[in-house]
């Protein structure tokens, strides 16, 4: 499998949204038009769809919902499509591919190109003497070398340090501020009655919350989204020493689970929130293996990210369809951002940065 060193962009203040979409675009043009080329949801499932009358109602709703309640990453989006040179429709269809794709019709759903929820692990700990966050980041294949780093600076002082899949809005993976703001997020496969048309897309929502100022405040974004689809969202407040797993639906459904000093494992399946969902064997498998694994250091959380015992739903996923791009680590007590690349046993740490320093500085 090919992969890349994590390149870091570091972006701003700049005078507009659009300006800083357009120069993370210019920046990563060949990987943003790459990504575009070779994924197959998007050239089979998504373009051929768009192009058809039929779809115009629900993607002419989806875009004036969300640029109208979020104009600057609306903005910020256009921006990235332009500096890319790329179509903006190509850009829009990936940020809202967990929106559109429950309403395209059965028969034009490739039976060969699944979208699961079958994406990131997370193992979360806040006792006396650990307080910590695990991310494993999983995605198709196709998104292997195709993600980096941005270090943004906004106009108001914010920084925050996203990683950031070619093309998309930062971040639907996991990312940090300057307020001492953080998140890690899981998808959840909500049943297709449980979905509503032309909600606010779950990009604009993460990247709203890297602009959070606590955990109230991040909490709120959340509550107040009108989502269209459902989420998790692991919610990291290293001034308060907190971290809460928030499960959400649509119509502004949200349960809060406030992690303690029992280690919490979350795969892809809701565990909280009752919400009529799909079931899924990967997510069920991992919940189970994590659920008999150690769970009393970093490193035994670091290994059981790293566990590939079920060889045919491993924690830790190398292809050939599913891939784990890196490893998250937060450690609120030294303050810490940690990549790791490869199986995160090893602990090859590509990137750390302090997230008590105003400017994220990677140590």
């Known amino acids: 499998m090919e992969e890349h060193a994590l390149e870091m962009f570091e972006v701003g203040p700049c005078e507009t949204p659009h300006q800083m979409g357009f120069l993370i675009g210019r920046r990563f043009s060949r990987l943003i038009q790459s990504r575009l080329s070779r994924d197959l949801i998007l050239r089979?499932?998504?373009?051929?769809?768009?192009?058809?009358?039929?779809?115009?109602?629900?993607l002419e709703a989806l875009c004036d919902h969300n640029r109208n309640?979020?104009?600057?990453?609306?903005?910020?989006?256009?921006?990235?499509?332009?500096?890319?040179?790329?179509?903006?429709?190509?850009?829009v269809l990936i940020n809202f591919r967990k929106e559109i794709l429950p309403f395209i019709p059965d028969k034009e759903t490739k039976s060969d190109l699944p979208e699961k929820a079958i994406e990131c692990s997370d193992v979360l700990v806040v006792g006396e003497s650990m307080a910590v966050?695990?991310?494993?980041?999983?995605?198709?294949?196709a998104l292997v070398g195709h993600t980096y780093l941005i270090k943004g600076t906004l106009s108001n002082g914010l920084c925050f340090?996203?990683?950031?899949?070619?093309?998309?809005?930062?971040?639907?993976?996991?990312?940090?501020?300057?307020n001492g703001m953080g998140f890690t997020l899981n998808a959840v496969p909500p049943s297709k009655e449980e979905i509503v048309a032309s909600g606010i897309g779950r990009n604009f929502i993460s990247?709203?919350?890297?602009?959070?100022?606590?955990?109230?405040?991040?909490?709120?974004?959340?509550?107040?989204?009108e989502a269209s689809v459902g989420h998790s969202y692991n919610l990291i407040d290293l001034k308060a020493r907190r971290i809460c797993n928030l499960e959400t639906a649509s119509r502004t459904r949200v349960s809060v689970n406030e992690v303690d000093d029992t280690p919490f494992f979350h795969a892809n399946m809701y565990l909280h929130l009752q919400v009529k969902q799909v079931e899924d064997e990967n997510s069920i498998s991992r919940q189970k293996r994590a659920a008999v694994l150690p769970k009393k250091s970093k490193q035994e959380f670091l290994s059981l990210l790293g566990d590939t015992d079920d060889a045919k739903y491993p924690i830790y996923m190398s292809g050939p369809t599913l891939y784990t791009l890196c490893t998250a680590l937060v450690d609120l007590d030294?303050?810490?951002?940690s990549i790791i690349k490869g199986n995160p046993k090893k602990g090859e740490v590509s990137h750390t940065f302090s997230l008590s320093s105003p400017d994220l500085k990677k140590l």
């Open 161 to 178: 340090i996203s990683y950031t899949y070619a093309g998309e809005l930062p971040s639907c993976a996991f990312g940090f501020n300057n």
């Open 334 to 337: 030294e303050q810490t951002l």
């Open 207 to 225: 990247r709203d919350l890297l602009e959070a100022t606590s955990m109230t405040d991040a909490t709120n974004k959340i509550r107040s989204a």
């Open 133 to 141: 966050a695990a991310h494993n980041e999983d995605a198709n294949v």
């Open 44 to 58: 089979n499932q998504l373009l051929p769809w768009a192009r058809a009358p039929e779809s115009r109602p629900l």
């Open 69 to 91: 309640k979020f104009p600057r990453y609306w903005d910020e989006l256009v921006g990235k499509a332009e500096g890319a040179d790329v179509p903006v429709l190509d850009i």
